[in-house]
């Protein structure tokens, strides 16, 4: 390869290569962490399935285009990369509003990724390949070998952890050898002070003019990027907002490092002019709980506030506001669960509630008189509840802000080995007669609370005749749906699969729709047998009526969902462990699906507040 005079190795010193690396580091870090930044800012208006499910492929694109292309003058391009990311907190925003009301749940984040990631990627591309086409003439990363640049950008912007790779490709190029080093992960390796090294040039002295210049921007735009904010309301949200033109309040919104955006507002109901006029648009008067972009549950509010037998609310919440019925049917359904008759008729006292959502079915409990258990990971989610939603507070001792895998295995080791030497108490804990496990959201289950491992775990909390209820949404033939049961099948010897739909669905339909599904098992061998709904049961609500009557209608056989002829082997491809374990993956595109059909629950503009 020829070298023309000016570019010549020998009249390059090292602290210039150590400096040219160390810039390239820089942008690549930012590179990563303004990827990371603009997917997060995506998921209250795309969620995480539709926001992840191309952005690598343009990511790369962007990166290769970046790499290939002639090279720019660094400067410029600095100043036009300041700028898009100085406005990138609103584009990302308004991109996503616009192309989120376009419908499409795949060209949708396709071009937001397009308009606004991908211009960022290539500059910064074009700015690594600037420096190493500066001051670093070696063979592996000139520019004429663009493939390499492309790979090292790429998968820097796509995790923070390609830094690794990438630094060690450096300074296998720097001389003289590092004299001591430091673990590989998103660190380059330490650089001999060559100020001291004779015949070499001081640092500072080496730099070519314009660098500080470089070095400046580089380090500014991030930190002034920060402190932009996009046109979204403050968390934690301080005082009510009621919008200006739609019939949206929002009572609060809230950063959750486990939800994302946790949001609890209100359709309004009409107004007396809309009414008079016959202009009411639905659904109105309802209160809802939103994570990202999914609904964790809702109450009726307003006028649509009934009570069988009578006046009055269900429920109030903190500030003593009148709430009526869930407006999902599916929590309810999970109450089902108390009507499955016990061995020898005991009663049912003990329940575990795991996934709080809006609290419908933990409330309903304690309404019961059943001493009722609640694990929720997310504190945020318990207090929106609490505040808002007229969630009856779990007695002392009963309430479990953490991740249930854990929880759940420590319950069963104490229930197993109380009263032995490392026991702390001589007392066993109560067992559960029932279990609701509720973590559907976002278009998805969190996958590690689904295995044969955890199965067996909260089986070993319950009781010989202890029912649970899990809830999960999709198509009844797809292999997520599929999955779920074959492995609590392999658990639980007897399980019984309903519907919440209020409608008739022919057999196409319960295969190819996504519906929400609510799984009865039991660890008995004893069949599941589910007692006639009484007036008791109904706590006051039409739809409790509605749904805890009709639950004989709304059963699939599970054989169904298995598949009649499914041999053996190939059902074992389903069962899922802790080591083998794809149902994230086969969830993704049910949670495309899932997109849409928020959309249709709610308006546009209810997604893009928060």
């Not at 249930?404 to 032995?420: D, K, L, N, S």
Request: neutral net charge; charged residues 15%.
């Amino acid at each position: 390869m020829s070298i023309s005079p000016q570019s010549s190795p020998g009249a390059r010193s090292p602290g210039e290569r150590a400096l040219a690396n160390s810039l390239s580091l820089v942008v690549l870090t930012a590179l990563s962490l303004v990827t990371f930044g603009y997917q997060n800012a995506l998921l209250p208006l795309y969620g995480s399935a539709p926001t992840r499910y191309h952005l690598n492929k343009v990511v790369w694109l962007a990166c290769i285009l970046g790499s290939f292309a002639p090279t720019l003058p660094t400067l410029p391009v600095i100043l036009a990369g300041g700028i898009l990311l100085s406005v990138m907190p609103y584009t990302s925003y308004w991109t996503a509003v616009y192309t989120g009301r376009m419908g499409d749940v795949i060209w949708g984040p396709i071009a937001t990724h397009a308009i606004v990631l991908a211009p960022i990627l290539f500059l910064g591309t074009a700015i690594v390949k600037s420096l190493q086409d500066l001051w670093v003439v070696i063979p592996p990363l000139v520019h004429s070998d663009g493939t390499q640049i492309f790979r090292m950008v790429g998968g820097a912007a796509i995790t923070f952890w390609a830094l690794g790779p990438l630094t060690k490709s450096l300074n296998v190029a720097t001389a003289p050898k590092p004299t001591a080093s430091i673990p590989k992960k998103g660190r380059s390796k330490h650089v001999r002070d060559v100020s001291s090294t004779p015949g070499t040039r001081p640092i500072s002295s080496a730099v070519p003019s314009g660098s500080i210049l470089r070095v400046l921007a580089l380090v500014a735009l991030p930190v002034v990027a920060t402190f932009l904010r996009p046109p979204t309301l403050a968390k934690p949200l301080l005082d009510p907002y009621t919008h200006p033109t739609a019939p949206l309040k929002v009572l609060s919104s809230a950063h959750s490092e486990y939800s994302g955006i946790v949001l609890v507002g209100e359709v309004l109901p009409p107004s007396a002019e809309a009414v008079r006029a016959g202009n009411v648009q639905e659904p109105h008067s309802l209160r809802y709980l939103r994570a990202g972009h999914s609904l964790l549950g809702g109450v009726w509010i307003g006028d649509r506030v009934y009570r069988r037998g009578g006046e009055g609310p269900l429920n109030t919440d903190l500030a003593g506001s009148p709430l009526g019925d869930s407006v999902y049917g599916t929590f309810i359904m999970q109450e089902a669960a108390r009507l499955v008759e016990s061995q020898g008729n005991n009663p049912r006292q003990e329940a575990l509630v795991i996934g709080l959502g809006a609290g419908i079915a933990s409330t309903a409990f304690v309404q019961h008189n059943l001493s009722t258990t609640v694990v929720e990971i997310d504190p945020i989610v318990y207090e929106a509840a609490r505040r808002y939603f007229g969630l009856a507070v779990p007695e002392p001792g009963h309430l479990f802000l953490e991740d249930a895998r854990q929880w759940v295995y420590e319950r069963r080791v104490q229930t197993e080995h109380h009263g032995g030497e490392d026991s702390i108490t001589s007392e066993p804990p109560p067992l559960f007669d029932i279990v609701i496990h509720d973590c559907f959201s976002g278009g998805g289950v969190p996958s590690h609370i689904f295995t044969v491992d955890f199965w067996r775990d909260l089986r070993g909390t319950m009781k010989s005749d202890g029912v649970v209820a899990v809830n999960f949404a999709g198509k009844l033939g797809s292999k997520s749906s599929r999955a779920i049961v074959i492995t609590l099948a392999e658990v639980f010897p007897q399980c019984r699969a309903f519907h919440d739909s209020m409608e008739d669905l022919t057999e196409e339909k319960l295969r190819t729709e996504f519906i929400n599904w609510v799984f009865f098992c039991t660890p008995s061998t004893e069949p599941l047998v589910f007692r006639g709904a009484v007036e008791a049961d109904f706590l006051g609500s039409y739809l409790r009526e509605r749904v805890l009557s009709t639950l004989q209608d709304r059963e699939v056989p599970i054989q169904e969902i298995i598949g009649l002829d499914m041999p053996t082997e190939e059902k074992t491809k389903y069962i899922l462990t802790d080591q083998h374990n794809p149902l994230a993956q086969w969830q993704e595109t049910d949670a495309l699906h899932h997109w849409g059909l928020m959309r249709k629950v709610l308006p546009d503009i209810f997604w893009e507040v928060y």
